[in-house]
């Protein structure tokens, strides 16, 4: 996101290497999945010291955010003014007390997709659990009923069908990124693709 919710200056508000575009391509790997609210239950675990678990009617009686964004798909299209509603990150976060040694997260979602991102990504007031997308429910091809939105990296890291936040004191590649994308992502710097050295060396077995 551009603005003063992140510090980054409005101009220039689009990323090297992107496309402007109105329409909001469907990119995913695999099904999409088809989730059932009353069976969807979210996790935060892992380097934390109250981990928890909530299911959709805990959810839909949390307190809700807007945030308008620009987001940025690391396939070279931006689009501008996004309005995202849902569920502000930073509670869920501090309601887990992240041990002080955390400083990863691997964000968990549905059916087995997962990504990984540092925890000053995530700690952040723009960052959502979005169920709105410009004033309608998200679809299950944008990532419905509920997805990840970390704005000011590139959208793979917007989980879709998100279920849990798994906190690390260690990095730990997910999906894409053990398949070659860059371990953090940011538009700005043009953080497309991962190095192979450290794709070799996270990538197998966690401890």
Same mark, same amino acid.
């Given at each position: ?21 109105? *329409?909001?391509?469907?990119? @995913? ?42 987001? @940025? ?78 704005? @000011?990296?590139?959208?793979? *890291?917007?989980? *879709? ?20 994308? @860059? ?25």
């Amino acid at each position: 996101m551009t603005g003063p919710i992140d510090g980054r200056p409005r101009e220039p508000r689009l990323p090297p290497g992107q496309i402007i575009t109105r *329409k909001w391509p469907i990119l @995913h790997y695999g099904n999409v999945p088809r989730i059932d609210p009353s069976q969807w239950r979210f996790r935060v675990f892992g380097a934390v010291e109250a981990p928890y678990e909530f299911d959709w009617a805990e959810f839909a009686a949390m307190e809700r955010r807007e945030v308008t964004a620009d987001i @940025h798909c690391v396939t070279r299209w931006s689009r501008y003014d996004n309005r995202f509603s849902g569920v502000p990150v930073q509670p869920l976060l501090a309601r887990a007390r992240p041990t002080a040694a955390a400083r990863f997260v691997l964000v968990h979602a549905a059916p087995d997709f997962t990504t990984n991102l540092p925890l000053s990504d995530l700690d952040r007031p723009a960052n959502l659990l979005a169920t709105h997308h410009d004033g309608e429910p998200l679809t299950p091809e944008h990532g419905g009923p509920v997805r990840l939105t970390v704005p @000011h990296l590139y959208f793979w *890291k917007s989980a *879709k069908w998100v279920t849990g936040f798994e906190l690390l004191e260690e990095d730990y590649p997910g999906f894409w990124e053990q398949n070659g994308y @860059h371990e953090r992502g940011d538009p700005w710097g043009e953080e497309r693709y991962g190095s192979d050295d450290y794709i070799r060396m996270r990538r197998g077995p966690r401890r």
